[in-house]
């Protein structure tokens, strides 16, 4: 079984705070959307998401991929995937 690709995805995410402001310093504040760098194994992707992982492993025989700590993210949401080189 091969190896996952490690991939670098850029991504614009929500952002929220939880303080008492006026509208106008919200405006002012929360204006720029986030974007954000995550770093991972790909687990799948089609037109709709892309679905990363944190780790990865193989079990003893190399025959079942299992993965940890996977994060979805909306294509709708993504500026750039990349994969990484090792």
């Known amino acids: ?27 002012i504040h929360n ?12 687990v799948s992707k089609n037109k709709e998401r892309v679905v990363i992982s ?6 003893s025989t190399r025959t079942n991929r299992i993965v940890c700590g996977c994060l979805q993210i909306p294509m709708k949401s993504v ?4 994969e990484i080189r090792l």
């Open 1 to 27: 079984m091969k190896e996952p690709k490690l991939i670098m995805v850029e991504w614009y995410d929500a952002y929220s705070d939880d303080n008492w402001q006026s509208i106008t310093d919200a405006i």
């Open 31 to 42: 204006h720029e959307l986030m974007l954000v760098k995550t770093v991972g194994y790909i």
């Open 54 to 59: 944190h780790t990865t492993a193989f079990n």
């Open 79 to 82: 500026k750039l995937i990349k």
